[in-house]
């Protein structure tokens, strides 16, 4: 019978069957090279270098495992970690690059032609050549087009090759610029052309020539058409948001939509109607991160967002400290909670607060029905105990759909009481997995000496002090690729071993501590939790066998 390992050969004038070993397969001998490790975490350097010492070994086997093993060991080039290879060496085997970052460390010549991920960090115009010769086939790019660090203000950004752009289109899926001048005008329409891009991020981008209005959009995304689908409960009329440049007449409209599911904008500085018409034209945003210094982007996007985002899902703001105000500009709490209703149904959320108000409160209790992972950081500094807690009790009886729950405070702002407070009534959330409380008071109770009477014993719940392991994704031929390394124990929490454990009703409560008693308690009412951060000491548990030492 006839083997698919083997092959005919003529010998004698008779056909012979001739085995083929498995090792002597090029298939084979790659998936045998993708096991073997490439990169080497460096103790005193602190990331990871090259090192593919084990894998040249395999290439010295024969010619057939050269040949199978030079693209598996090329597959990535970064220029950094591979900067003491010779010149001619890395011009040699560039045909095999598929991933590609650059740093400066070596302007070329390269030589290959089938890139998939391209990271320019810092923009060489020798490097124009290796872009076109890769347009048609990158999936992920990532372009700095400007090596300044400074805002965008009173800074001339380059403006990129819109024609290059194009020819991207049919195969990008991810897509960072930074860093560079764009035109809402061109770029939209690049966008349009762009069948597969779901990711898009943009840095310290100076965006210029707002897209014109075009009849022809399709009266589904036109701001008359969209009035009515706005939910009735907004605390906010969207209308009244809109800069005056944009508030066009029912008649006018925007260019027709694009395919991307993630926009992340990083604002350097606040310029009237910027990304307006970028997310008009992203009728199918899912997840939306906005970093910027300003509280006027959040304004002015957020009832765009609405309007012209229904399958909008997740929401991520991140408001920065403000060099010009020596601060951070806050909206109010009832803009605050526009931002939060502008989804329809909003499944995650991850905020920066000063406070918590009674019209945030009540929005995101709103959303309380599919809202399962919520993140809410308070900057504020205050010089009194924080008033708000009424608000955050709230929502942990109110959000019971919630899986991940992260409460981070300003130092001192929750005190004692304030900790009592939230743990004093069961909590909702009984499905949660993650919960990550900072800067939380977890003082001694004055009512219970430090020697004085146990706490009663409580239902046996082990947690233990997780390891923090440095790992780092590498692209391979397969797929992504975690490479760990070693886990070291928490800086603050000590070793990881069982001694370490915290058992409810052990070591923990015996030093008549009354806040750790009440959250241990709420804990033992979570029976799906498997990670606690406290005071940014990181804990995990494991249900099964009691206690583990490795993080998740």
Known sequence: MYNQFSQPSLSSGTTKMKRIHPLDMPEIITLVGLCLPRWKYSDRLGFYDFNPTILL???LVNKTWREALLPVLWYVYDGFVMRSIPKQVITKNSRYFRVFFYDRSFSGPFECRHLKALAISWWDQSLQPLIEANAESLENLVWKGSS???????????????????????TLEELQLSHWTLSGRTFVQFLSACKRLKLLSLTAIDWTDPAPFDPSFSSVSSPSSSTSSSPPWSPLSSSSLLPSSFAGSPQHYYPIGNGVTDLRLDISVFKEGAFVDLIRSCLNLVNFTLYSESGEDARTLTPILRRYCPRLSSIEYVLRFSSSLRGYDYMTDVEYA???????NLQSLKIDIPWLDDALSSALIMQSSTLTSLSLRFNARRDTPMKDTANICKL?????QLRNLSLSFSPHALGRNETLQLLTEPWACVDLETLELTDVTMAMDPATPVHGPQAPPLQPYHWQLASTPRSMTMPT????????????????GGSGTAASAITAGGAGFRNGSLTKQRLFEQIRRLPKLKKLSL??????VDTTTGATGNSS
């Open 57 to 59: 070994r395999c290439t």
């Open 148 to 170: 300044s660090t400074s805002p965008v203000l009173n800074t001339v950004l380059p403006t990129p090759d819109y024609g290059l752009l194009m020819r991207m289109s049919n």
């Open 338 to 344: 526009d931002l939060v209703l502008s989804a329809q």
């Open 396 to 400: 942990l009886r109110h959000c019971n």
């Open 477 to 492: 031929m397969t797929g992504p690729m975690h490479l760990p390394i070693d886990g070291s124990p928490s800086s603050r």
């Open 535 to 540: 005071n940014h000491v990181t804990y995990n």
